[in-house]
């Protein structure tokens, strides 16, 4: 039975470069005419791509079974197509059992092994399904991540009086008992608890911090707000985090809702459980570039953060459908000023759900969008699933890959006396062993050509990605003249 009426926020939830010597300098001036400003060059992991594994309400069953073993099948192919890593859903046993997407968390330690909420399964299968999943990625070198989330329970198997009033708040998890844990829930581990639509404040008159960044990051998110001043919650969670991380041999982690937890206990949980030799990335879904800076100290830089102004970037230039100006690319979102901490992603399980309130798609020119994260020389780019598989685009995304893989090396150039309203230019230098490559993204209804002066001299370059026939030619300066279609992109790269 739902005891809770989760909120809608929630579940609905430079310089002069002297290009033709290729050395550029270190020095943010406006270029010359047809020069490039340095931006950076090629980070630790140029290779690296993420794929967010699943979507909002993904089928109970598909071809190859559950979800778990869809994936598992799928594991090949992802493999093969340049996917370095893959994000899977939430694991553990949501409030309705094997309907739940699994945010509405029950019980953290049941991965789909004991009858509980009316299944033994969770939404995407069993604990050996899961298992098994996770093998045939990790056999083919694609490391895993699981979505933690942390920031409170729900569907609680008895109510506690609390001032009079009966609320939802005892957790005994009867189908599991003290398998893996003896901790039991009660409404001395929570801040508070959400029930009809009204918040009921426990311990205390006080919530674990204040509102700031103007109210956008606040302590009670939905369900019973964990409280971690207290230490018997932080060492439950941070044990619970070991076991996990043990039990299913993870790589990494996607923590959920950081912006909505004790910032302490984030830390404290990742040096604890992350540690040094795995990866996380956090949910902090500011669209604002200062906030995540600010949050990203808070934390420590202990972890990465997605790119959310830089969604809504691409969303804009989707709204505006051949409108929008596309010198707003230049020097765009967190991978800008946090290149090394920014996950990078165009749309997820939250922006393409209809019902949710963080639905925001990015509709129009998705693979330009897509050809400016996996490209570019910043960031950790994360591919969503149901783009792959499901929007179509899952041929484009390989070929794209496969231009990571083999041309996005070395310095990396904005050209801001080329780009205008209707063309985006980038490009990236090479290195020994990697050619570089001239990327063009236009949102323009009509094809366009723009010269360039390129790192490339006395060279001659195709379009890797097939959209545009024939070849440009550079000269001793490394000036060409280039093209791209009519609402589409292009990839130019020196020929071998």
């Not at 109510?159 to 957790?171: A, M, R, S, V």
């Not at 097939?466 to 020929?495: C, E, L």
Request: one cysteine or more; charged letters at 20%; a neutral charge.
């Amino acid at each position: 039975m739902i005891r809770f009426h989760l909120p809608v926020s929630y579940l609905l939830i430079s310089g002069l470069i002297g290009l033709a010597a290729c050395q550029p300098v270190d020095v943010f001036r406006q270029p010359a005419p047809q020069a490039a400003a340095r931006v950076g060059v090629s980070n630790t992991n140029p290779d690296g791509v993420m794929m967010q594994g699943f979507y909002w309400n993904v089928p109970t069953r598909t071809s190859a079974g559950s979800w778990w073993q869809n994936l598992q099948a799928k594991s090949t192919e992802l493999a093969q197509s340049g996917i370095t890593a893959i994000w899977l859903p939430p694991v553990h046993k949501g409030g309705n059992g094997a309907s739940s997407v699994g945010y509405d968390v029950y019980d953290r330690y049941d991965l789909g092994e004991f009858n509980q909420k009316g299944s033994v399964a969770t939404r995407y299968g069993t604990l050996s399904q899961l298992q098994a999943a996770i093998s045939a990625f990790k056999s083919k070198g694609v490391k895993v991540y699981a979505d933690i989330i942390m920031n409170h329970q729900l569907f609680a198997d008895y109510q506690e009086n609390i001032n009079g009033k009966l609320l939802w708040t005892g957790f005994s998890f009867p189908g599991r008992g003290n398998t893996y844990s003896s901790f039991k829930w009660t409404s001395a581990n929570f801040n508070g608890v959400q029930q009809d639509n009204q918040w009921y404040k426990l311990n205390g008159p006080d919530w674990d911090f204040q509102p700031y960044y103007n109210g956008d990051a606040y302590d009670p998110l939905l369900g019973c707000e964990i409280k971690y001043t207290d230490r018997p919650q932080v060492e439950e969670l941070v044990s619970w985090g070991n076991w996990l991380t043990t039990k299913l041999n993870l790589d990494g982690y996607r923590l959920d809702a950081v912006k909505h937890i004790y910032t302490p206990f984030v830390n404290e949980w990742l040096d604890r459980v992350k540690g040094s030799s795995r990866f996380a990335v956090g949910e902090a879904w500011l669209n604002n570039i200062a906030n995540l800076q600010d949050y990203a100290a808070r934390t420590g830089n202990r972890m990465s953060l997605f790119d959310v102004p830089l969604h809504y970037t691409f969303k804009q230039m989707s709204d505006g459908n051949g409108a929008w100006d596309m010198r707003g690319l230049q020097f765009a979102g967190f991978i800008e000023s946090n290149g090394d901490q920014a996950v990078s992603f165009v749309d997820n399980h939250d922006t393409d759900d209809k019902t949710g309130a963080l639905y925001s798609p990015v509709v129009n020119f998705k693979m330009l969008a897509y050809t400016y994260i996996l490209l570019r020389h910043r960031g950790y780019p994360c591919i969503y699933y149901r783009d792959f598989y499901e929007y179509g685009l899952g041929s484009k995304l390989k070929k794209l890959i496969q231009i990571r893989r083999e041309n996005a090396y070395g310095a990396a150039y904005e050209y801001t006396t080329v780009n205008d309203a209707d063309v985006y230019v980038f490009s990236r230098a090479g290195d020994s062993t990697h050619k570089g490559l001239l990327l063009m993204l236009n949102d323009g209804r009509t094809g366009a050509t723009r010269t360039v002066r390129t790192p490339f001299v006395n060279a001659t370059l195709v379009d890797k990605t097939g959209n545009t026939s024939g070849t440009i030619k550079t000269d001793a300066n490394g000036n060409g003249v280039f093209k791209v279609n009519a609402r589409n992109y292009a990839v130019w790269v020196p020929k071998v």
